[in-house]
């Protein structure tokens, strides 16, 4: 932690370096205690950002993720893309898929030896998902495998997933984003009449799962991922998580798909089983590379009605991939303000409701990212100027304003 608090130092001597405007803190690490995460739990949510491999390098950040957060999510590496091991599926005794968990271990076994608890992120996901687990063999030269064995193929992954992170690292996966992003954002995304808007294509390319399952791979992927659970005795939360839940469209969306899910099975006196426990709403707010839409008073309101809304169904809520973002260096302050106006909603919405509903948020625009070709995609996700970092990992003041905001009275 001590590392994070020194940059502030070389930020002051050389801040001739930063972007005109960056608002940087100049507050001691002393000022940061209790910590944010001991704030967050009292407002009956854990705080996190997230972890990538270069992050799991970089010591700076470990000390302000394990000294001020306590929870955390892979960006990548629990994804079925990334554990997926083709040769060793083609290999398989029993025809099922196999994984290779080594890069995933080391990042859930750092949260576990540093008490932070992680995320699963994600079971079943359409985008970037392997085209050769779908065929025979496992091998994109052959004919696409039947329902039935593709059907297996996704219970033995979601099973065999599941139960080595609760074996290996008992506790400290407390939930999983079963499904994500499973739901269209316009008319050709999904089928015309569908209350649920189940996507059947992203970005003109077939949605796998929706073309070779059907559109119950999604109540599949909660039964499995919960009979998984039930088979460990492990009190694992299984999420639903999708972008743009704030809004209107997806929120009724997510009403009609939550009581689809949780009619989908029934015990053995014949109840219907809760296979869904939350929605997961991922925060990336404002413009997409662009300010305008960004650090509007409507997006805090809207991210509010959401959250009740979720709350009328039953459902925990996680705010999963935060990102306020803000192009302008000139707008910082603004955007520090802005911080703290959602945090303190974000504070008092469990007392509002009478319950923890809101049990998690996690940062995912972490620190501010310079604009270049190749991480147009990243600055454009997360904002140039929206992170609670700089580039260089100096606290800003929208870290202050967040911190602030969740002291409330105790300020």
């Known amino acids: 932690m001590k590392k994070v608090f020194c940059l502030l130092v070389s930020a002051l001597l050389g801040c001739c370096l930063l972007p005109a405007g960056a608002e940087v803190s100049t507050r001691p690490a002393d000022a940061y205690s209790p910590a ?11 705080i996190g950002i997230c972890l990538s491999p270069d992050q799991l390098k970089n010591q700076s950040y470990l000390d302000l993720l394990s000294s001020q957060f306590n929870t955390t999510t892979c960006t990548n590496e629990t994804k079925a893309y990334s554990l997926l091991n083709q040769q060793a599926s083609q290999r398989s005794e029993d025809g099922m898929p196999r994984m290779d968990f080594s890069l995933a271990d080391r990042m859930v076994g750092w949260a576990r030896d540093h008490g932070v608890g992680v995320r ?14 779908f065929h025979e063999d496992y091998s994109q030269a052959k004919p696409v495998a039947s329902r039935e064995v593709l059907l297996a193929r996704l219970e033995s992954y979601i099973t065999q997933v599941v139960t080595h ?7 400290v996966i407390y939930c999983w984003d079963v499904v994500n992003e499973a739901m269209g954002d316009s008319a050709g995304e999904y089928a015309a009449g569908d209350p649920t808007l189940r996507r059947t294509v992203r970005n003109g390319q077939p949605n796998p799962f929706y073309r070779y399952i059907g559109e119950d791979y999604v109540e599949y992927s909660f039964l499995y991922a919960r009979n998984a659970a039930e088979a460990l005795g492990a009190d694992i939360r299984l999420f639903y998580n999708d972008y743009n839940m704030l809004y209107p469209e997806k929120r009724n969306a997510a009403k009609h798909l939550v009581e689809r899910i949780n009619s989908f099975a029934a015990d053995e006196k014949g109840n219907p089983r809760k296979l869904i426990d939350g929605i997961g709403m991922q925060g990336y707010m404002g413009g997409y590379g662009q300010q305008s839409g960004c650090l509007s008073s409507d997006l805090i309101a809207n991210t509010r009605a959401s959250i009740r809304a979720f709350a009328d169904l039953g459902m925990e809520v996680h705010i999963t991939e935060m990102a306020l973002r803000n192009y302008e260096a000139s707008r910082d302050a603004e955007h520090a303000a802005f911080y703290g106006r959602m945090f303190e909603m974000l504070r008092g919405i469990n007392r509002e409701l009478g319950r923890d509903v809101l049990t998690s948020v996690t940062i995912w625009g972490v620190s501010d990212v310079t604009p270049n070709a190749w991480n147009e995609y990243t600055w454009k996700l997360n904002g140039t100027f929206g992170g609670i970092l700089t580039e260089k990992g100096e606290i800003k003041t929208s870290f202050d ?3 602030d905001a969740l002291a409330g009275e105790d300020s």
């Not at 944010?36 to 854990?46: D, M, S």
């Open 401 to 403: 304003a967040m911190y």
């Open 120 to 133: 699963g992120h994600v079971l079943t996901w359409d985008a970037y998902m392997t085209e050769w687990f």
């Open 165 to 171: 992170f609760e074996t290996k690292f008992p506790g």
């Open 36 to 46: 944010l995460k001991e704030l967050a739990e009292k407002a009956g949510f854990r």
